[in-house]
């Protein structure tokens, strides 16, 4: 991320932002065969799906994994799911062509009921398949909260990821640096210099999505990340989201150029971004 003699408050001051309301295909930047990342907390699993389907509506193939660990699918979330070593899931996947619209890949069922995901080398391999609509990984764990910091080895994003989703649940908006609302807060706490059980507002979040240790991580050079604000009805109070959405772009990070708003579920979404006049 770029240093600046400039603060983000003075920056703010400068900043014009523009809003408009777009269908996922649009929001998220899913192009025919792009890579996805999903990093972060507050629906994930939920945004993947989604997001999947509305890719297959384009038509082609597309492939739904993690390279850390999920909850198996349900039949309404994808058609199949394959688990199998990696070669065998690679010759499955170009077999699934034509056959299927949304699969799920992963190499084993785990004892806890999770699926045990794939290496970022079977993601690069996957890729390289002619014909997908896309690939979506999930690269990231939340323990089910909706703010999270990541460990050292945390997010596992593959090289190939065009796009990094950077996921944060607004429900979050207001909580305690604590454990029950934040997974792994003490790193959170870290990388703010915050003390635990302070209070966590726009600037907060912001700063955990664009800091140089925070959710987004590893994300490749050439990927741009697009931060989604999770959890907010677009009928209701955008004030919150806002602020949030403000403070990140205010970071002035060159990989992100919008934040998106609304709920994984839904069809529309609101996209803030900078005007040309105000970068």
């Known amino acids: 991320m770029p240093h600046s003699n400039a603060s983000n408050s003075d920056i703010k001051d400068k900043l014009s932002l523009s809003e408009r309301m777009a269908g996922p295909r649009e929001a ?15 629906g994930k699993t939920t945004l993947m799906y989604a997001l999947a389907k509305e890719l297959a509506r384009a038509g082609g193939l597309a492939i739904t994994t993690t390279t850390t660990k999920i909850l198996p699918p349900s039949r309404q979330e994808s058609e199949t799911l394959l688990l199998d070593q990696e070669e065998a899931l690679l010759t499955k996947a170009t077999e699934s062509k034509g056959r299927h619209q949304v699969i799920t890949m992963a190499r084993r069922s785990l004892d806890s009921g999770k699926l045990g995901g794939v290496s970022p080398g079977l993601v690069e391999r996957l890729a390289l398949i002619d ?63 915050l003390p635990m059980g302070a209070r966590v507002g726009a600037e907060e979040i912001a700063r955990l999505i664009t800091h140089p240790r925070g959710i987004a991580k590893g994300t490749p050079a050439k990927a741009q990340i697009v931060p989604f604000l999770n959890q ?39 996209v803030i971004e900078v005007t040309a006049d105000g970068q």
């Open 28 to 42: 998220f930047c899913l192009a025919n065969g792009v890579v996805i990342s999903l990093v972060g907390a507050g």
């Open 131 to 193: 014909g997908l609509s896309g690939i979506i990984v999930e690269a990231d764990g939340s323990a089910r909260r909706s703010l999270k910091a990541p460990n050292s080895t945390e997010p596992v994003i593959p090289e190939s990821t065009n796009v990094v989703i950077a996921v944060v649940g607004m429900e979050a908006m207001g909580c305690l640096l604590d454990d029950t609302h934040v997974f792994r807060a003490s790193i959170a706490a870290e990388l703010l210099g």
């Open 232 to 270: 907010v009805d677009l009928g209701g109070d955008l004030a919150p989201a806002r602020a949030v959405a403000e403070a990140i772009l205010a970071a002035g990070h060159p990989q992100i150029q919008r934040v998106v708003v609304g709920e994984a579920r839904k069809d529309n979404f609101l």
